[in-house]
């Protein structure tokens, strides 16, 4: 088992930034990959970002490119979502998740795949 806990999410102007966090426990951290997911009202679960078990690699949705930076911290544990130029749009109930790195292919997409979630942390982005 892994237990995922977020944090740091709140209520922002639009242009502004937040930064996720996400404790992990349970288990070996770096034999997981993480993702980011987000779900905002009415709507489906929406990929946002993914971290390789090492760090090398990253991935993320063509809307938060070049404003979201996805990162961890294998030694404690961490992973993190920058949230830079925040826009409406991306309100959301923001979730952590955890896949063993031996079922995917450097990352996946796929919330289907992820065994382990987070609580999940709100980001509103006010216009």
């Known amino acids: 088992q892994v237990q995922l806990v977020e944090s740091g999410g709140g209520l922002v102007q639009a242009g502004g930034s937040l930064r996720l966090s996400c404790a992990a426990s349970?288990?070996?951290?770096?034999?997981?990959?993480m993702g980011w997911f987000r779900q905002a009202p009415g709507k489906e679960r929406e990929f946002v970002a993914a971290?390789?078990?090492?760090?090398?690699?990253?991935y993320y949705v063509d809307s938060v490119k070049g404003r979201f930076t996805i990162s961890r911290d294998n030694a404690k544990n961490m992973v993190y979502l920058q949230m830079n130029s925040l826009r409406p749009e991306d309100t959301a109930v923001y979730y952590c998740?955890?896949?063993?790195?031996?079922?995917?292919?450097?990352?996946?997409?796929?919330?289907?795949?992820?065994?382990?979630w987070g609580q999940g942390t709100q980001v509103t982005v006010s216009s």
């Open positions: 349970g288990r070996t951290f770096s034999n997981y990959v």
């Open positions: 971290i390789s078990w090492s760090g090398g690699n990253t």
């Open positions: 998740a955890a896949v063993f790195r031996a079922r995917v292919s450097g990352w996946t997409t796929d919330w289907g795949q992820y065994d382990y």
